[in-house]
Each structure stands twice: as structure tokens, then as C-alpha cells.
Antibody, heavy 118, light 107 residues
Framework: QVTLKESGPALVKPTQTLTLTCTFS??????????VSWIRQPPGKALEWLAR???????FYSTSLQTRLTISKDTSKNQVVLTMTNMDPVDTATYYC??????????WGQGTMVTVSS | DIQMTQSPSSLSASVGDRVTITCRAS??????LNWYQQKPGKAPKLLIY???SLQSGVPSRFSGSGSGTDFTLTISSLQPEDFATYYC?????????FGQGTKLEIK
């Protein structure tokens, strides 16, 4: 059974750096074709794709957020980590990680709500 | 970036109705288009991948069609559990992009 679970702080202050961890099971990110993405959703708004890391360590970022994002993986721990610098209240959202198999996000984590407030 | 535009943004319908949601890409994405269903407080769920392939476990009343820039999601006979928000998403290129969502409400 494939599962993913996000973890990280529920509250961060403006200008701080957010670090989120996606811990997964049921697949290996060293398997050819496997990818994990981060996606967020502000309250009441649409989904926004943030970043992706592939089995071969290729990395891709949102055009508008690429200067603030870093994605990495620890294959031995089955984890993907996303950092976002210079957090702002507009970054308040539920952050999801999801497996991308072939061409779609087939399995999602439950999401973790992050509030940016002083 | 490829922009995805859904219409309508919201839709009221009754149980048993046939409903169609449209998604348009700003450039051709071949058939690299996926549809997701999201219920309040829950993560999105994959319904349709590569435009018309039904994800395992998804009821056959859901179907998808289209290629190039224009795509549709059809629900043939709405059930009470189908009232949710639906998103399209392109996987033709990175960055991946989603539509703005279509909220399907009970009439």
C-alpha cells in the first residue's frame, strides 16, 4: 500500500524559512519513473503546484516561486524535503505531497496546514 | 507556463443529471490531462488520467475526452457523493499546472 504523509510546523513567522517533510512508503524514489511533487492550496482557493523531484534527482520548480524553493530527497529514509524561504502570510495554505506515477498524481498525502503569522 | 482554464467555475445540478466540465489549455498538451475530485477538508483524488483513462476504483459514470487544447469531464448521472470541486491538471510539461477548479453544488 502506497502512502505519503506530510510533516512540519503548523505556524511560522513572516520572513522565516519553512521546512516540510514528506515521508512515504510502498514505493521507492530510486525506481525509474518515480516522482514526488509538492502542491499547496490556500484556504478556499485552487491547487498550486510547487516543486517536483524525480528518481534521477532531476528537480523542477514553480516559475513564480523558484527563487524561494528547494526540494531534496533522502532515498534511504523514503523522504522528500521542501524548504521555502522568506515566508509571508499569503503562503498560508495546506501543503500536500503527492506521488507522480507516469503522468498523474495518483496518491496524495493528507496535507498539512501551515499558517504564516507573527 | 501552460495556463489551464476551467469552465464553469461553479455549477448547480440535481441528482441524476448529466454534467460536463470543460478545461482548456493555453497550448497543445496532446492528451496529458488529468482530472481530480476534491471534497472539503480532503486531499484531491485522481479520477481520470491521460484525458480519458479511468483510474482504478473510480465509478464508470465518470468519463473524460479531448486532446490538444480542449478537454471535458462528464458525469453521466450525478450521485450525492459527486458534489465536490473538480480540477484539471496538465502533465505535458513542467511546471505542472492546475485549472482554477469547478465547484459542483446541489440544486
Amino acid at each position: 500500500q502506497v502512502t505519503l504523509k506530510e510533516s512540519g510546523p503548523a505556524l511560522v513567522k513572516p520572513t522565516q524559512t519553512l521546512t516540510l517533510t514528506c515521508t512515504f512508503s510502498g514505493f521507492s524514489l530510486s525506481t525509474s519513473g518515480m516522482r514526488v511533487s509538492w502542491i499547496r492550496q490556500p484556504p478556499g482557493k485552487a491547487l498550486e503546484w510547487l516543486a517536483r523531484i524525480d528518481w534521477d534527482d532531476d528537480k523542477f520548480y514553480s516559475t513564480s516561486l523558484q527563487t524561494r524553493l528547494t526540494i531534496s530527497k533522502d532515498t534511504s529514509k523514503n523522504q522528500v524535503v521542501l524548504t521555502m524561504t522568506n515566508m509571508d502570510p499569503v503562503d498560508t495554505a495546506t501543503y500536500y505531497c503527492a506521488r507522480e506515477l507516469l503522468t498523474s498524481f495518483d496518491i496524495w498525502g493528507q496535507g498539512t496546514m501551515v499558517t504564516v503569522s507573527s | 507556463d501552460i495556463q489551464m482554464t476551467q469552465s464553469p467555475s461553479s455549477l448547480s445540478a440535481s441528482v441524476g443529471d448529466r454534467v460536463t466540465i470543460t478545461c482548456r489549455a493555453s497550448q497543445s498538451i496532446s492528451r496529458y490531462l488529468n482530472w481530480y475530485q476534491q471534497k472539503p477538508g480532503k486531499a484531491p483524488k485522481l479520477l481520470i488520467y491521460t484525458a480519458s483513462s479511468l483510474q482504478s476504483g473510480v465509478p464508470s459514470r465518470f468519463s473524460g475526452s479531448g486532446s490538444g487544447t480542449d478537454f471535458t469531464l462528464t458525469i453521466s448521472s450525478l450521485q450525492p457523493e459527486d458534489f465536490a470541486t473538480y480540477y484539471c491538471q496538465q502533465s505535458y510539461s513542467s511546471p505542472r499546472t492546475f485549472g482554477q477548479g469547478t465547484k459542483l453544488e446541489i440544486k
